[in-house]
């Protein structure tokens, strides 16, 4: 349904089939069609790719979003280096959207920096430190998110 709308009205509904590729990446992930789930994040990536080029505010985001979720595609087709890849950008990506605003985007940093982690342990792969650093620099430490929240 969105891409015939696409066609016809690109700029108005690029962004809903950007989201709706990325939502059915996860749910054809979900029930292990991971083939049709790796084309549909890919499709996505490319779609935020270019809204995130024109529009970093409104879809950077959402960008950062559709690469995790891309990665966690690629790390069960076990393409492990598209998958670290992938997730590295998504975090080079995610200390500018913590820069912007950490209160709003730490759950989805924190959850890059551990799907990083863990893509490389479980591959005997050494994370890059001065990204690790970078993210940990900016994400409020635990502390800090129990004052946030009145504790």
């Not at 700029?11 to 083939?35: I, M, Q, T, Y």
């Not at 990536?45 to 879809?59: D, G, I």
């Amino acid at each position: 349904m969105y891409r015939g709308l696409v066609e016809r009205s690109l700029d108005a509904f690029e962004p809903d089939l950007a989201g709706s590729l990325n939502n059915w990446s996860s749910c054809l992930s979900d029930v292990e069609r991971f083939d049709d789930a790796l084309r549909a994040g890919q499709q996505s990536v490319e779609l935020y790719r270019r809204l995130a080029r024109q529009e970093p505010q409104a879809f950077q985001a959402n960008f950062v979003a559709s690469l995790d979720t891309l990665a966690r595609c690629q790390n069960q087709l076990n393409q492990i280096t598209q998958a670290i890849e992938t997730i590295q950008e998504a975090m080079e990506l995610g200390v500018l959207l913590l820069k912007e605003s950490a209160q709003t985007h730490t759950e989805l940093v924190q959850g890059l920096r551990s799907l990083y982690l863990n893509l490389c342990e479980q591959n005997q792969i050494a994370p890059d430190a001065a990204l690790l650093a970078a993210v940990d620099e900016l994400l409020p430490r635990p502390d800090e998110e129990n004052m946030s929240d009145g504790n």
